[in-house]
């Protein structure tokens, strides 16, 4: 039977609770709830476990939290990557320079006909 655990969230902001998740519960879970905590996007949550802390990266998302050896009570760190939001930022920047480039040709076709 899953246990059911209760983890401590550190984020810059403070602490925060979460008591939903069980060890049967799996990565994708974790920042799911983690996500909808500390408003970042899933693929944003860099999380940090142990002492000192190292970052839990690597993972697959179908992990469980008892292949991690998550216990109930322990402290999990939160960050955002930063890297992700790059990421997301770039795509926002092309879609945008797309949508100009689409309007620009279209602009262009219709002023030449």
């Not at 902001?13 to 998740?21: A, D, F, T, W």
């Not at 940090?48 to 760190?77: R, V």
């Amino acid at each position: 039977m899953a246990e059911s655990l209760v983890l401590r969230i550190k984020t810059k902001h403070g602490v925060e609770m979460i008591n939903s998740l069980t060890s049967a519960s799996t990565v994708a879970e974790l920042r799911s709830e983690v996500s909808a905590l500390t408003n970042l996007s899933v693929e944003s949550v860099k999380l940090l476990c142990g002492f000192p802390p190292k970052p839990l990266i690597g993972l697959d998302s179908t992990t469980t939290l008892a292949e991690l050896q998550l216990k109930s009570g322990e402290t999990l760190i939160v960050e955002e990557d930063m890297s992700a939001r790059r990421v997301q930022l770039e795509k926002n920047y092309q879609d945008e320079v797309s949508g100009v480039c689409v309007m620009y040709y279209n602009v262009h076709v219709i002023c030449s006909n």
